[in-house]
């Protein structure tokens, strides 16, 4: 994408996918904790990136969390609200990936437009169905740290944005190559789509500062024009291939990581 059509991008409203998981934002993060504090992870799910929100109670039960450090996955307890997520331990420096993994749900619609967490044969009279498979992947540098291979290792989510130097070593109007993997293969023709936190205020809740598709090896040439916390986000559908009634499977995912000047 040329550094025209970016902008123009980023003055365009473009419209989400449709169906809960299209009207929503998911994205994993923390806070940037200083050596030797606990990490405190949030998860983010609503319309307003990167404003937290609490999780719906009924969805809450399909959301696992958890990190990645240098030496493994950490586990994390569920805090208070329920978006917050800490560790026990405390945190060396270095990058750690904090990740969610959301258990695939049913989406139906009716046709007064209310929707159903259960399959379309499941729900009386229900018009569309939809099998979603979120997940979000957040960059955290603790003490500053982006020498780590880390970030750009995957983590075998479904559909997962990898990208290929540590975001924490490019600035504003430097280019950062994503990749996106679908099952662990890289997924040609992606459409990925970014925007940084304050840029809503600029157009609307559904306009990007960045559009584009995958090339034949996933990949995306990504030139972040401002400086901020960033969401990376990619979709694939494919053939619902479930028990019972519903119309695909919709893959989701999000990669969230701070842009320095």
């Not at 420096?93 to 379309?120: A, C, N």
């Amino acid at each position: 994408m040329t550094r025209t059509s970016l902008l123009f991008a980023a003055l365009a409203a473009l419209l989400l996918p449709a169906g809960p998981a299209g009207a929503h934002d998911m994205w994993a993060t923390a806070d940037n904790p200083a050596e030797g504090a606990p990490l405190s992870a949030t998860i983010g799910y609503g319309h307003d990136f990167p404003a937290l929100e609490d999780i719906p109670a009924d969805e809450l039960p399909f959301f696992q969390v958890w990190a990645v450090g240098p030496d493994g996955r950490i586990e994390l307890s569920q805090g208070s609200p329920n978006h917050v997520f800490r560790s026990k331990e405390s945190l060396a420096r270095s990058t750690y990936l904090v990740i969610s993994d959301v258990k695939p749900i049913y989406w139906s619609r009716t046709p007064s437009g209310e929707w159903s967490m259960r399959r379309k044969d499941e729900t009386p009279g229900a018009v569309e169905c939809g099998y979603y498979i979120e997940g979000a992947k957040g960059i955290v540098q603790v003490g500053g740290d982006s020498a780590s291979a880390l970030a750009s290792r995957p983590q075998g989510l479904p559909l997962e944005i990898v990208p290929l130097a540590h975001p924490g070593t490019v600035r504003p109007g430097q280019r950062l190559v994503l990749q996106v993997l679908f099952q662990g293969q890289p997924l040609p023709g992606a459409e990925v789509r970014a925007r940084y936190g304050g840029f809503p205020a600029l157009a609307s809740k559904t306009a990007q500062a960045f559009v584009d598709s995958a090339d034949q090896e996933g990949k995306v040439s990504f030139v972040p024009l401002a400086a901020g916390d960033w969401i990376v986000t990619a979709r694939n559908k494919t053939a619902y291939e479930g028990p019972g009634d519903c119309d695909a499977t919709d893959y989701g995912t999000s990669l969230h990581f701070a842009i320095w000047e």
